[in-house]
Nanobody, 134 residues
Framework: QVQLVESGGGSVQAGGSLRLSCAAS???????????MGWFRQAPGKEREGVAA????????YYPDSVKGRFTISQDNAKNTLYLLMNSLKPEDTAMYYC????????????????????????WGRGTQVTVSS
């Protein structure tokens, strides 16, 4: 059973940075190398949306336009840890951020970051809160 635990959330002023971490367990190394790992967020009253994804097998990364150039997803396979570096944070980035995993390749960008993209992901962490003040 895959388990994901997020950390690194907090409160920051607009323009600041945060790095989120997601510790993954329950993989075997060979299976871990063929996962799509993603970061999603959900603000109160809003739908869950994808903000970054990475295919662990090849390291390919994907972003929606809303965060491209500000957010960077990365992985440390030796530590089984996923990261999300968030720069130039805005108040509208305030949300609960979740780490998620899907066995196999990442869906297309339009699906992953679409309205129901989160439904493709099988495993979820409990989330970490990010609050950006103006």
């Amino acid at each position: 059973q895959v388990q994901l635990v997020e950390s690194g959330g907090g409160s920051v002023q607009a323009g600041g940075s945060l790095r989120l971490s997601c510790a993954a367990s329950g993989y075997t190394y060979s299976r871990y190398s063929r996962y799509c790992m993603g970061w999603f967020r959900q603000a109160p009253g809003k739908e869950r949306e994808g903000v970054a994804a990475i295919y662990t097998g090849g390291g390919n990364t994907y972003y929606p336009d809303s965060v491209k150039g500000r957010f960077t997803i990365s992985q440390d396979n030796a530590k089984n840890t996923l990261y999300l570096l968030m720069n130039s944070l805005k108040p509208e980035d305030t949300a609960m951020y979740y780490c998620a995993a899907l066995g196999g390749s990442c869906p297309s960008i339009s699906i992953t970051f679409g309205r129901v993209g989160f439904t493709r992901f099988t495993y979820w962490g409990r989330g970490t809160q990010v609050t950006v003040s103006s």
